[in-house]
């Protein structure tokens, strides 16, 4: 019986600890669903058309390029601002983001977190490209 015990226990653990793990994966790609809504400055059916467009839109403002799918199409999009909440993003786009924006902006729905595909070089003219944008948590004009 002990023979048997001592065999058993390490499979058992390992069956635990695998359930446990899975269970924690899961989690965390619930997780990673959630909403982002991006400010979209422009929308391309190329990618150099959107580098393009990025690196002329002016000398102080820089925005990464995301990839999305839609209709079964892969579009580029430039984005300069990311929230987890849409009622932020409104604010935002109305408010202290509507002296910069044309009519064509607009706020896109991503599952989760979009593909950043170009990250425009950085203003300060060290080689360091500018961040991928990461989701605020609030409206800038709340701060």
Known sequence: MKK??????????????????TTSAQAKRTRSTRNVYYIVC???SSLEDAI?????MSEVLFY???KAKV??????RLCCECYYNKA??????????SGFKADDWWI????????????????????ERIPVLKPNTKAISDD
């Open 4 to 21: 048997i015990t001592n065999r058993l226990l390490p499979v058992v653990l390992l069956i635990v600890c695998m359930a446990l793990g």
């Open 52 to 56: 393009r467009q990025s690196e002329n």
């Open 88 to 97: 932020d993003a409104e604010k935002d786009l109305n408010g202290i983001l």
């Open 71 to 76: 209709n079964g199409k892969t579009v580029y």
């Open 64 to 66: 990464p390029v995301y």
């Open 42 to 44: 422009g929308s391309y």
């Open 108 to 127: 896109w729905q991503s599952k989760g977190l979009a593909k950043c595909v170009y990250q425009p070089y950085s203003p300060k003219g060290d080689g």
